[in-house]
């Protein structure tokens, strides 16, 4: 097990390493190996790349993000003209349903609210927005409202596992609720829990998923 100050070492290194990021930006404090992140970066695109990058090192357990986004004088843009950038990506973008998701912005927050019947289109519509000039931050506020309701979303979950990696499927415990599911257990990366959690997403029937999952590193 890594001592926080290889930890540290190492989520240092990797932002280094990452050319999204300008590692200077960004302040790194470990504790009991959890990752705190503080600074002021210049996009919520860094942003975005900072938290990744971190997610990608082994033996992180938790990530506390305190860093805020301020644009350069260069890169502002009226809200007026944020909305409209994002309403013409979500447009051109194939993945998004045309018309279901509406962005709203305030002060270079974008919002988006709307419903789409899977996961993938709701991932899409924040991955369209994202990197848009001015943009200070996302709320993905769309909601999941599938038309399909499988009789059993817990075995076809852990169909789905078995088939992508026996291991996860062993260590888990799943819970369905009516549409939610509960995914509770651990797991040895943050790779890992993100592909658990995408099974869960990726399951007809599924509106809510609850990841309580640890990442045992």
């Known amino acids: 097990m890594k001592t926080d100050t290889q930890l540290r070492d190492d989520v240092q290194a990797e932002l280094n390493w990452d050319p999204a990021v300008k590692a200077c930006d960004v302040g790194v404090i470990v504790k009991d190996g959890v990752v705190t992140l503080t600074g002021h970066l210049a996009s919520h695109a860094e942003k975005y790349a900072v ?6 090192v082994h033996g992180v357990k938790a990530l506390a993000i305190e860093m805020t986004v301020k644009l350069p004088f260069d890169n502002q843009r009226t809200d007026a003209d944020i909305a409209m950038a994002a309403e ?3 447009e051109w973008n194939v993945l ?4 279901k998701i509406h962005p709203m912005v305030t002060e270079g927050w ?3 609210n709307g419903e789409v019947e899977w996961d993938y289109q709701r991932s899409a519509a924040d991955g369209a927005v994202r990197n848009l000039m ?12 599938p038309k399909l309701s499988p009789a059993d ?7 789905a596992l078995s088939r992508q990696a026996d ?5 888990l415990s799943i819970t369905v609720n009516g549409s939610q599911v509960t995914l509770r257990g651990t797991v040895h990366s943050w790779a890992e829990r993100d592909a658990v959690q995408g099974a869960a997403w990726a399951t007809p029937g599924v509106s809510v998923v609850v990841n309580d999952l640890l990442v045992d590193a």
């Open 134 to 145: 001015g943009v200070t931050g996302v709320s993905n506020l769309v909601k999941v409202t």
């Open 167 to 171: 291991r996860e499927a062993s260590r």
């Open 96 to 99: 998004v349903p045309n018309g």
């Open 88 to 90: 013409r990506a979500l």
């Open 51 to 56: 938290e990744l990058a971190v997610q990608r």
């Open 153 to 159: 979303v817990e075995k076809q979950i852990h169909d």
């Open 110 to 112: 974008l919002t988006l």
